[in-house]
């Protein structure tokens, strides 16, 4: 009823048919990256495919790229725990388009806290030094 978020770091494609069909509501983030899980994103725009852990060469820039729609990834729920070529850097520096790139890098983290109904914009606004 609140349309929070449920981050799990591994899901199996099973488990998230059942939960994404049981609570409607609730946007699910897989904390760690598997292309294996895009069909289902792009079937289910409550489903994030989170970057974290997608440590082979260029693969968010592969899954990004084979996939229209950047819609369904988020940067690395662990991106802060890793230098920044992990999180952040996989992303920023792929062969793929800028409005890609913004859109992974904050824009659909953006929308899933757009979808909680306690979340205001103004909870973002950085504080002036």
Partial sequence: ????????????????????AT?????????????GLRPLANAHPRLKICTCAGMCFRDSERDAL????????LVGSDFGLFQLGFGVGVIAYANIPERDKEMILGLNALAVLRRIKWFKPSMLRKSAR
């Fill in 1 to 20: 009823e609140h349309r929070l978020v449920y981050l799990n770091h591994a899901f199996s494609t099973a488990d998230l048919e059942w939960a994404l």
């Fill in 23 to 35: 609570y409607p509501n609730v946007t699910f983030i897989n904390g760690h990256f598997f292309a």
């Fill in 66 to 73: 084979a996939n229209p729609a950047s819609d369904v990834m």
